[in-house]
Nanobody
Framework: QVQLVESGGGLVQPGGSLTLSCAAS????????LGWFRQAPGKEREFVAA????????KYADSVRGRFTISIDNAKNTVSLQMDSLKPEDTAVYYC???????????????WGQGTQVTVSS
C-alpha cells in the first residue's frame, strides 16, 4: 500500500511563497505520476500540477502556471510544490496523489495523502 504524506502548509500573506512536500513510502512509484490537487471549502477538488517520476514531463493548471513549480527528488521519494505570488484564491487543502498517467482527472489517481492546509490571507 502506497502512503503519501504532505507537509509544509500554513498561513502566508498575499504575494508570499510556500513550499509543499510529499513523501512517498514506496520506491515502486517509479512507474507513477505524482500530482498535487487542492480543495477549497464548498468546491470540488481540482488539479494543480503533476510530474512524471523521471521529472521530464510536467502539467499545470492554467490558474497556477507561472507561479507554481512542481519538482521531484527520486533519491528521497519526494515531490515538492513551490508556490510563489500566492493569492487568497489559492487558499485550500492541498493533496498529493499518485497515478498512472499525466492527467488532470482526479479519478485517474490511485493513492492520496491526507492533505495540508494552505491559507493565503493578510
Amino acid at each position: 500500500q502506497v502512503q503519501l504524506v504532505e507537509s509544509g502548509g500554513g498561513l502566508v500573506q498575499p504575494g508570499g511563497s510556500l513550499t509543499l512536500s510529499c513523501a512517498a513510502s514506496e520506491r515502486t512509484l517509479s512507474s507513477y505520476v505524482l500530482g498535487w490537487f487542492r480543495q477549497a471549502p464548498g468546491k470540488e477538488r481540482e488539479f494543480v500540477a503533476a510530474i512524471t517520476w523521471s521529472g521530464t514531463s510536467t502539467k499545470y493548471a492554467d490558474s497556477v502556471r507561472g507561479r507554481f513549480t512542481i519538482s521531484i527528488d527520486n533519491a528521497k521519494n519526494t515531490v515538492s510544490l513551490q508556490m510563489d505570488s500566492l493569492k487568497p484564491e489559492d487558499t485550500a487543502v492541498y493533496y498529493c496523489a499518485a497515478g498512472g498517467f499525466l492527467v488532470r482527472t482526479t479519478t485517474m489517481y490511485d493513492y492520496w495523502g491526507q492533505g495540508t492546509q494552505v491559507t493565503v490571507s493578510s
